[in-house]
């Protein structure tokens, strides 16, 4: 499993931002993969995740409703999050995931398996920074 994920930076309150997770090395249009994020001296939490295959199940933390939105692209084996209105308390590495072997549905019990580190491959990481 390889995770890449791109399109971090910094921008002021209000703004948007979309970050996209390139993934290979499993089969992507049959997977939930989420993402995550990390502030400095915080754990880990969730933020979106999504089934791939025909179902198309979103869910999202209740903190970024209304304002993130999780899609996917399996024939760029691309899981995309749109970001707008965003607010300081977005700033975090943002992080994507998946697990071949947890594949689960998207909802709190997958997405909070994965953030507390007991399942999941990740990618590197991409730094967002929102400021006034």
């Known amino acids: 499993v390889q995770l890449v994920e791109s399109g971090g930076g910094s921008v002021q309150i209000g703004g948007s931002l979309i970050l996209s997770c390139v993934a290979s090395g499993f089969t992507f249009d049959d997977s939930v993969i989420g993402w995550f994020r990390q502030a400095p001296g915080k754990e880990r939490e969730g933020v979106a995740c999504?089934?791939?295959?025909?179902?198309?199940?979103?869910y999202y933390v209740n903190s970024v409703k209304g304002r993130f939105t999780i899609s996917s692209d399996s024939a760029k084996n691309t899981v995309y999050l749109r970001m707008n209105n965003l607010e300081p308390e977005d700033t975090a590495v943002y992080f994507c995931a998946t697990d071949p072997l947890y594949p689960g549905y998207p909802g709190p019990m997958w997405i909070d398996t994965l953030a507390a580190g007991v399942a999941g491959s990740w990618g590197q990481g991409t730094q967002v920074s929102v400021s006034s």
């Open positions: 999504i089934n791939t295959n025909d179902d198309g199940h979103v």
